[in-house]
């Protein structure tokens, strides 16, 4: 018995006949081009991802991708929607254009390390999926637009190192699935909004922030462990209410311009569960004496009050911890003498008690570098001789 050609060819050919359906939808298709449109030609090289988008040889979702769509895209299970669009790293030039919109079942956007520019679409609002929006080192610029807001399914968002100006969107807290939020080294003026129940790590670090850190802006992050705002212009007094946040783990408050700290020790129902195990308050304004109850936080392994205004003698409760291993004090005025397990040669503890006004801080210690400052500016910042 003799078979037809045309009986045997979706045996010999089943993967060519699957390739050449178009599979994708036509709206995804049309987001993908003019995504493409807007990256300047000069600036894909030869062998990148976008290089392969070629649409007049291939439908995007179509299998197998051995000469075109080979990376860049995801796509659903039934190959008809895109469901991931990540870039390679080799320096893309572009604006980011607003028909992105219609990508609707996008989960990921990634455009890390690249040279998009200009300001970050309204329309992203329109990415009612997405999950993660990663636009890190790039040089978008303008305000953060307030309809990133009702992205209600992002669980993170990284536009880091950019150019956003202006300041936070003050909705932010409807980012009801928020957990990460990186908006470090921008340009973002004003105060911290409200933030989501749901956040777990907030990085504003490096932007021009400013004013009191409010009680108002973290009253609902229940779940917030990890806080950086370095390198803003934070002032006023930073409450013990901060210290004492339900789930906080790590926090940095370097290079502000806070005055004065409030440190209570945990209250009872934290006492034994409090997981504060890091604190950087270093290069601030900080004056008064330095607080001992830092000491009470029984998970507390680095404390660091370098560089700020403080007086009178360093808490012998920091020598009694049994958990502290860095301890950075230098760049004050305490004075007083050394504590002895921080400058016996086998101390556990690393860190700096470095230009101070101590006694008994010998040059050989380790702790004790660099030296105390001279006799004469100590004299002056307590008005005459230093008090034990």
């Known amino acids: 018995m003799t078979l037809s050609i045309s009986f045997l060819l979706p045996l010999l050919f089943p993967l060519f006949i699957i390739s050449t359906d178009a599979l994708t939808s036509p709206s995804d298709v049309s987001a993908l081009k003019a995504f493409k449109a807007s990256v300047k030609p000069n600036s894909i090289p030869q062998w990148s991802c976008l290089a392969s988008w070629d649409f007049t040889a291939s439908d995007p979702c179509a299998t197998p991708r051995r000469t075109h769509f080979t990376c860049g895209i995801t796509c659903s299970s039934d190959s008809t929607r895109v469901t991931q669009l990540t870039l390679d790293p080799v320096g893309y030039t572009g604006r980011l254009t607003p028909l992105i919109s219609g990508l609707t079942q996008l989960l990921t956007l990634d455009l890390a390390d690249n040279n998009f520019y200009g300001s970050i679409p309204s329309s992203i609002s329109s990415l009612v999926s997405l999950q993660t929006l990663t636009l890190r080192s790039n040089s978008f610029s303008g305000s953060l637009p307030e309809s990133v807001t009702r992205l209600n399914s992002a669980e993170s968002i990284d536009i880091s190192r950019n150019s956003l100006t202006g300041s936070l969107p003050k909705s932010l807290s409807s980012l009801s699935n928020l957990r990460q939020l990186d908006l470090s080294y921008n340009k973002l003026t004003g105060s911290i909004p409200k933030l989501p129940q749901s956040l777990i790590d907030l990085a504003l670090k490096a932007n021009s922030l400013s004013g009191p850190i409010s009680k108002e802006s973290f009253t609902e992050s229940t779940q917030l462990e990890v806080v950086e705002l370095a390198e803003n212009s934070f002032t006023g007094t930073l409450g013990a209410w901060f210290f004492n946040l339900q789930s906080i783990q790590q926090v940095d408050l370097a290079n502000n311009s806070i005055t004065g700290i409030e440190v209570i020790p945990p209250p009872k129902k934290l006492s034994g569960e409090s997981d ?84 008994g801080c010998p040059g050989k210690a380790k702790m004790c570098a660099p030296s105390q400052k001279p006799f004469s500016i100590c004299k002056q910042a307590y008005g005459g001789k230093p008090k034990s």
């Open 276 to 359: 504060l195990v890091a604190v950087e308050l270093g290069f601030n304004r900080i004056s008064g004496n330095a607080p001992a109850s830092f000491a009470a936080y029984p998970r507390l392994t680095s404390l660091s009050l370098r560089y700020n205004m403080l007086h009178g003698a360093i808490p012998a409760e920091y020598e009694r911890s049994k958990t502290l291993r860095r301890l950075f004090l230098d760049g004050n005025y305490l004075t007083g003498k050394a504590p002895a397990r921080f400058v016996k040669p086998e101390t556990e503890v690393m860190g700096s008690l470095g230009n101070n006004c101590l006694r």
